[in-house]
């Protein structure tokens, strides 16, 4: 709550440009009295969106927990709490791997608190590498600094165990991402997708929220997955291509 309230303040700073200094000084007092970083596995993250999904996580990865060679794909990777969570709980021996496709630019994103603004997006990216080296696994880690709808293309077919897709939100790229990331799933992988809801609380148009994209999926693809979660998360287990 006091990472969040000071991200709030700052949030406020930045936007409401006619404060007085009186007053701007007195918020950034306070703001400077609350910590920057909430500090979870040993990782730092300005932001932690991942722990709801945490019992859901384990028990539909439960069979890859500290298996040999497993390949995972992240979507969307920000500050690394869900690449984190899943090298320190699922990924945990040494020769599984995991792909991150992220722009780390924050698009096609709510931008209810801006964390980042646009100078000072690389430290997205130094956070997230820092905390995977934090967990010690920068080997395991491939980072694909592009659009996921370009990246995904040319990745290998029938390769992964599991892909969490969690990127640009707007309907059109979670669509491509689903459609593409299919073809790079095994028959037997799991595919999850964040925010089925998100998005009609801020009253962000249809097409800017994920859930028209996840419902045609699981419509045109109806039939070829069995259907593990459907709640904030949707989560399938591929039966066949
Ligand atoms: C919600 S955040 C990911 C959160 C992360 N999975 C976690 O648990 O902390 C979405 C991320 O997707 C990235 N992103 C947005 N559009 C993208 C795109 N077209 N291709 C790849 N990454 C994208 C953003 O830069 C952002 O870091």
Redesign the pocket.
Known sequence: MRVVSRLAIETLLRRLGWLGPEIRQALASVADKMPRYVEIGGCK?T????LP?VLAWSRHLAHLRGKANVAAL??????????C?LLQNILTHSSCNLTC?????????SNALDIYEPGN?GA?RDL?EDNIRRVGRQQSVTIIA??????LRRLPLSLYDFI?I?????AI?VLQ?AVLAWQSLKPGGVLTF??FEWGEDEGLGRLCRPKPAIEAFLDIFSGRYELLDKGAQVTVLKICE
């Open positions: 993250f932001l932690y969106y991942f999904h992240e979507i969307g990777s920000m500050e690394g709490a869900s690449a969570w496709i992220d722009t780390f630019t924050l698009s096609g994103q997006l997205m997230f592009e659009p996921s709808q370009i990246a969490y969690d990127g640009s939100h707007m790229h991402d964040d925010d």
